[in-house]
């Protein structure tokens, strides 16, 4: 029996988005009101003079870095409609030595999530998705531990990790290569920290069901969506999704992690790949330049300013995000997760962000909308020194008294 229940959630699961798809469900009325997104950010220019120094900044920090001993890193920098910096600095741990340069390409881990949520706010703009439409109703195999909750979980609350799930849920099993549809059938037993809708809990497989939502209203895979609507339209030549889409780029930089004579580069491990809208894409720094500029407003004939509003409007609270590191906690005042975004208030300034991580990856990237300005960092290699990188720029943006924020992930202050 236990086996047979087992085989059943599989097909369940796998079946979710196809089975809506079928059906043809209308979405209901909503379930819970989404307030009216801001306005557009007033602009506070900031002196190319300023953002040119920085940059020219963080070329010299990334290179010092390297030098140091980290494998690789690759940095974009754009301020208004123009690319200021996009550099790599080391090498991919391909044989031969191969060097990185700005169209390497790179997991992008959790940054991918924005993605989901830049994807799924096209959709609402076009009336084919709708923000407050109950989960359950595109995908009727969807429960909770908390039935009657599940009924009132919506497509924005999935986006938002608002599920009243414990943080994490299934990672673990993740790691140790469960697929996801068995672990999206199996969401009925996942503890919870709240009633659904009513507080946050960081997701991936949750998060991920979002690609079935895809999947139910459009008919298409979420992947193909992504590279027709987003990808293209954007000039992003070398994002892919995937393992085999990383390991077929003509230049990528492989994972590494530290072993007994230093950093050792080993191949990319594949469970974090099955969760698509999660942590699914692969792109270089000079993709994620585009992506920024157009996450800034540079690209409005694919991304209008109503989108980005809403898109990066504050949902729920995130005090986790206040702690953790140097710059966290000296800068961060407040803290909220968006739709596939993470917004901070930077020492006053609104910070649209996301970081993601995965074995032998890091990445970053952080906009300040009023500014115009945003900085993308990405490495091959699981050292916390890059990470610095980040809080420098913004500080030098914004005048801010100065830190040595590379140096305070190693301890030295």
């Known amino acids: 029996m236990r086996h047979r229940k087992l085989f059943s959630r ?10 809506a798809a079928v059906a043809g469900a209308v979405p209901a009325a909503p379930a819970r009101s989404t307030p009216a997104p801001p306005a557009t950010p007033e602009r506070l220019p900031v002196p190319a003079a300023r953002v040119d120094a920085a940059a020219a900044e963080i070329d010299r920090i990334a290179r010092r870095i390297v030098a140091g001993g980290v494998p690789g890193i690759a940095v974009a920098i754009v301020h208004g409609d123009r690319i200021v910096l996009v550099e ?10 191969e060097r990185i ?22 959709l609402v703009e076009r009336g084919t ?38 943080f ?21 037993e996942a503890p919870m920290l709240c009633p659904p809708g009513e507080c946050f809990g960081y ?71 099955r969760v698509p809208p999660a942590a699914g894409v692969n792109a270089s720094a000079r993709d994620l330049a585009l992506w920024a500029k157009a996450q800034l407003g540079h ?35 407040d803290a909220h997760y968006a739709t596939g975004w993470r917004v901070f208030d930077y020492a006053g300034e609104p910070l ?24 993308v960092v990405l490495w091959n290699n699981e050292s916390r020194q890059p990470s610095g990188l980040m809080p420098i720029y913004l500080d030098r943006v914004l005048r801010l008294p100065p830190r040595d924020w590379v140096g305070a992930t190693t301890g030295r202050r």
């Open 101 to 122: 340069d700005a169209d390497t390409v790179f997991r992008t881990a959790s940054l991918s999530k924005g993605f989901a949520g830049t994807l799924a706010a096209q």
């Open 129 to 166: 998705l709708d923000w407050d439409m109950p989960l359950h109703q595109q995908l009727p195999a969807f429960q909770l531990a908390d039935a009657a909750g599940s009924t009132r979980v919506t497509v924005r609350d999935v986006l938002a990790h608002r599920l009243g799930l414990k």
């Open 10 to 19: 599989i097909v369940l699961a796998s079946a979710l988005g196809l089975a």
């Open 168 to 188: 994490h849920t299934f990672d673990r099993d993740l790691e140790a290569d469960v697929p996801f549809p068995v672990l999206a059938a199996r969401l009925d």
């Open 352 to 375: 649209i962000y996301h970081a993601g991580a995965v074995q032998g990856y890091r990445a970053m990237i952080g906009l300040l909308p009023r500014r115009d300005t945003g900085i």
């Open 203 to 273: 997701q991936n497989v949750a998060f991920s069901l979002i690609g079935d939502v895809v999947f139910a209203v459009t008919g298409d895979f979420f992947t193909r969506q992504v590279e027709t609507r987003l990808f293209a339209p954007l000039g992003m030549e070398n994002a892919t999704f995937g393992r085999d889409g990383l390991e077929s780029s003509r230049r990528w930089a492989r994972p590494h992690v530290r072993g007994r004579n230093g950093w050792v580069a080993v191949r990319p491990r594949e469970n974090y790949f």
């Open 299 to 333: 690209r409005p004939d694919v991304l209008s300013p109503a989108l980005l509003a809403d898109l990066h409007a504050p949902l729920v609270r995130t005090p986790d995000q206040l702690s953790g590191s140097a710059w966290r906690r000296e800068r961060i005042r």
């Open 88 to 97: 790599g600095y080391g090498r991919t741990g391909a044989p031969g030595g």
